[in-house]
């Protein structure tokens, strides 16, 4: 059952003011969370995490909290191969550091399941493709000399962002195999979210049955951070960057926003009967285009 949209907008817009509370105490977050409960009798328990501000220190304590969240008790699993029973992956896009040059990627994107960096995380948009910030003009000014006056980055010093759409989707798959996989919590850092109720994330079960749409707080020129843990497994997030792709200068109706760190849950293995609804979406496909397409410019380490 699809939690109605209306119901997560005000939870969103309270969440928004504990995102400007820096730092935001325990207290305040349990009470966004209180809130989300009673929205559905059929919709999962959930904790959303969410909070912006100037800079990386304003938003990192919440960050923090969510990183227990969808650890279990355990700690970033690196590049492992395989699902381990407890744990994280992250993605933080910083490979190469400040040296490295903008690189350019195909959708599907499956590096970060791929090489040496194996964390079960397959990117997909109907845009373009998707771009990781670099060199000669960090923080995406090879698209538009602006964005580093208005992007910010959470982990120093590249950002991530789909091209030529403002959305895209997180496929996870257990690390470095071709086995479909879930998670039970995702969340991600934006840059100069400046329109509310715009950014988002939604989640979508192994039915590919969205379990409701979340917003990412606002902060102008500065970081926001939104993560949202489920006791339903996720086979998918849709991530939606502002309203409008990366090319035209930020401000008035254009909502321009980029992307850092994601923070997920350690992939599970997707039972048979779920595996075949994914496989009906599309998300099987998609791994065996990915592979073709894979190229060995792609296998270089983009993140550390
Ligand atoms: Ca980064
Ligand atoms: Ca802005
Ligand atoms: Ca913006």
């Not at 820096?22 to 969370?33: D, E, G, H």
């Not at 580093?148 to 959305?167: A, K, Q, Y």
């Amino acid at each position: 059952m699809t939690v109605p949209r209306v119901l997560f907008r005000w939870v969103a817009s309270v969440t928004v003011l504990v995102g400007f509370s820096a730092p935001v105490s325990a207290t305040m977050i349990t009470v966004a969370v209180m809130l989300a409960l009673p929205l559905s009798a059929t919709a999962s328990p959930i904790t959303i995490r969410s909070i912006s501000g100037p800079d990386a220190a304003s938003i990192q304590p919440v960050v923090d909290l969510f990183r227990t969240d969808v650890s279990a008790g355990g700690v970033n699993n690196g590049n492992t191969v395989g699902s381990l029973p407890n744990g994280r992956r992250e993605v933080n896009w910083d490979g190469g550091g400040a040296a490295a040059p903008a690189t350019l990627f195909a959708s599907p994107m499956n590096t970060f399941n791929a090489g040496v960096t194996t964390r079960g995380l397959v990117s997909t948009t109907a845009g373009t493709g998707f771009e990781i910030s670099g060199q000669p003009s960090p923080e995406f000014g090879d698209i538009n000399a602006t964005y580093p006056g208005i992007f910010e980055t959470f982990s120093t010093p590249r950002l991530f962002s789909p091209l030529g759409s403002n959305v895209m989707d997180a496929l996870f798959f257990g690390p470095g195999t071709n086995t479909p996989a879930s998670v039970f919590g995702f969340g991600a850092v934006s840059t100069d979210v400046d329109l509310p109720n715009t950014s988002s994330l939604e989640f979508f079960n192994l039915a590919n049955v969205s379990l409701g749409t979340f917003f990412v707080p606002t902060f102008n020129n500065g970081l926001s951070f939104l993560g949202v843990t489920f006791t339903d497994a996720i086979g998918r997030v849709r991530i939606t960057t502002g309203n409008t792709a990366l090319g035209p200068n930020d401000g008035g109706a254009t909502d321009i926003v980029a992307l850092d760190d994601f923070i997920y849950s350690e992939p599970q293995a997707v039972p048979e009967p779920a595996s075949l609804t994914l496989l009906a979406t599309g998300v099987v496909t998609i791994l065996a285009r990915g592979r073709r397409r894979r190229m060995s410019t792609y296998r270089r380490a983009v993140d550390q």
